[in-house]
């Protein structure tokens, strides 16, 4: 089965700073790979996938995500954080042949501080 | 187009009691899902139906709850008797299958049983 693990549960860090967000799955088959933020009282808004080709993968508002299949990661990163990026970001994962059924992690609560 | 549309908002009702909870994908989309968000399990598949018709529903947490899909339009997501440790946010997501992008979703229904 199909599990998502996000690492950190809340990340705080100030503003213009680096950020890393973890993300590990577990599958036994090729996947796609997806991050989600949520802002608070909202639903779920993409920021990337990964589904095939570059393992570097480009989102919205200045994000990017590495897929690494030997370790089973997909990080997210952003070079220099705003305090706008503050919201819940989760991972998500679904297999080639779930018909878009997706599996999320617990979610990271990213705090960016002035 | 309007996006996934979920209603109401929120709802608050007496332990006992039958919800309905509303959900209209987008249009063309042919695979629906309905998603728990609470702060102890964080984000729960409840259910997915692809074509209006069910496929895994192994989510549903007993059999107080049920889903129907009886059109490609519309979804519902009924507990009945409620309990008070049914309140949580519900998300309604759709989805393309076949030319798999991602699955969007709307705004949710906070439900709160007292």
């Known amino acids: 089965a199909q599990s998502v693990t996000q690492l950190d549960s809340q990340v705080p860090v100030f503003e213009e700073a680096p950020v890393e967000l973890r993300c590990n799955y577990s599958s036994s088959v090729s996947v796609y790979l997806f991050w989600y933020v949520q802002y608070p009282n909202q639903g779920l808004q993409l920021l990337l996938k990964?589904?095939?080709?570059?393992?570097l993968v480009k989102g919205i508002n200045g994000f990017e995500a590495e897929f690494n299949k030997s370790q089973t990661s997909f990080h997210l990163r952003k070079p220099s954080v705003h305090i706008s990026d503050t919201a819940e970001y989760f991972c998500?994962?679904?297999?080639?042949?779930?018909?878009?059924?997706?599996?999320f992690g617990k979610g990271t609560k990213l705090s960016v501080k002035p | 187009d309007a996006g996934v549309i979920q209603s109401p908002r929120h709802e608050v009702t007496e332990m006992g009691q039958e919800v309905t909870l509303r959900c209209k994908p987008i249009?063309?989309?042919?695979?629906l899902f309905w998603y728990r968000q609470t702060m102890m399990r964080g984000l729960e598949l409840l259910i997915y139906f692809n074509n209006n018709v069910p496929i895994d529903d192994s989510g549903m947490p007993e059999d107080r709850f049920s889903a129907k899909m009886p059109n490609a339009s519309f979804s519902t997501l009924k507990i009945q008797p409620s309990e008070p440790r049914d309140s949580a946010v519900y998300f309604c997501?759709?989805?393309?299958?076949?030319?798999?992008?991602?699955?969007?979703f709307g705004q949710g229904t906070r439900l709160t049983v007292v």
């Open positions: 249009s063309g989309h042919n695979s």
């Open positions: 990964y589904l095939s080709g570059s393992t």
């Open positions: 998500a994962v679904s297999d080639y042949g779930s018909q878009g059924n997706l599996i």
């Open positions: 997501a759709s989805s393309l299958t076949g030319q798999f992008t991602e699955a969007f």
